[in-house]
């Protein structure tokens, strides 16, 4: 059977449902967290997102699920390689737990599930830890809310041009953001101007450099023309004078970095999943 129609629904055992379980209460914690923070609001006519907006909605999550148990299962097996890989799926799963914190019903699914999975789903979301290559085009027309923090697909996506390094790409050593338009409600209450996101300074951050109907909310810190969040809203002109299906996020969200995510980062993740699946007004 050819890769690309193979569709596999991720199967736990018993330990992975203990290991699931912890990182559900993980995730929970991070929820409280965000609500007792002490993020600064910007002053004046910020706008808000919906926290309901998520009730009872579908997201389909679209992950990488068999790296880990093919570095399970090799032999010899590669320890530092499994440890990489578990993280990822950690990470994963953590995403997944905060989505369900928000009232989401999420599904999970591989990078080669056919594009019909989708049907009926509220919000797609496409994890950095899949293989571009296996995703391509195939969610790019669909007029379903959609999030990438997987950068390499913001070409197939119809979100930038193409090229990596010049129209999007990866930074390492990041830590902060730039907040330029803290009114949009994609902003998340936070104050224009520098955001520590992430809790150390040795993370990776994805960008892009979004066609002319994007609006941008953050920025690199110091590289104003990389995009770490921008948004279309639907209709909005894309690359190359495509239209934008429905709303679509690009969020800076590398492999390993959900866990890390500080009180403002995990705001804004937060304003990007409810205002994906707001009806635009």
């Known amino acids: 059977m050819a890769r690309g129609n193979i569709s596999r629904e991720l199967t736990f055992d018993l330990n992975e449902d203990l290991h699931r379980r912890r990182l559900l209460c993980g995730a929970a914690a991070m929820a409280a967290a965000l609500l007792i923070s002490t993020v600064t609001p910007a002053v004046g006519r910020a706008a808000t997102v919906n926290p309901d907006a998520g009730r009872g909605k579908s997201v389909l999550y679209v992950g990488n699920l068999t790296k880990l ?16 890989l578990q993280s990822w799926r950690d990470n994963d ?13 999420v599904r999970q699914t591989d990078e080669y599930s056919a594009v019909d999975l989708a049907k009926g789903q509220d919000l797609i979301i496409i994890s950095e830890s ?8 195939k969610y790019r027309n669909l007029p379903i809310p959609l999030i990438t923090f997987e950068n390499d697909l913001l070409g197939e996506l119809g979100m930038t041009d193409w090229k990596n390094g ?5 930074d390492d050593n990041q830590r902060f953001i730039f907040v330029v338009d803290a009114p949009h409600p994609l902003a998340a209450g936070l104050k224009a101007g520098v955001q520590n996101v992430l809790t150390d300074e040795h993370f990776k951050m994805n960008w892009g450099k979004p066609g002319p109907g994007a609006v941008t909310i953050a920025t690199l810190l110091g590289e104003p023309e990389k995009a770490a969040v921008f948004a279309y809203e639907k209709g909005a002109t894309m690359n190359a004078e495509s239209l934008a299906p429905a709303r679509r996020v690009s969020f800076f969200l590398w492999q390993d970095t959900f866990e890390a995510l500080r009180p403002e980062g995990l705001a804004l993740f937060r304003a990007a999943i409810l205002w994906a699946v707001t009806p635009p007004e």
């Open 93 to 105: 799963l953590k995403a997944v737990s905060f989505l369900q914190s928000l009232g989401f019903k």
């Open 130 to 137: 899949v293989d571009a290559l296996d995703v391509g085009g």
């Open 166 to 170: 010049r129209d999007y790409g990866t």
């Open 69 to 84: 148990e093919k570095a399970k299962a090799a032999i010899p097996i590669d320890p530092k390689r499994v440890a990489q």
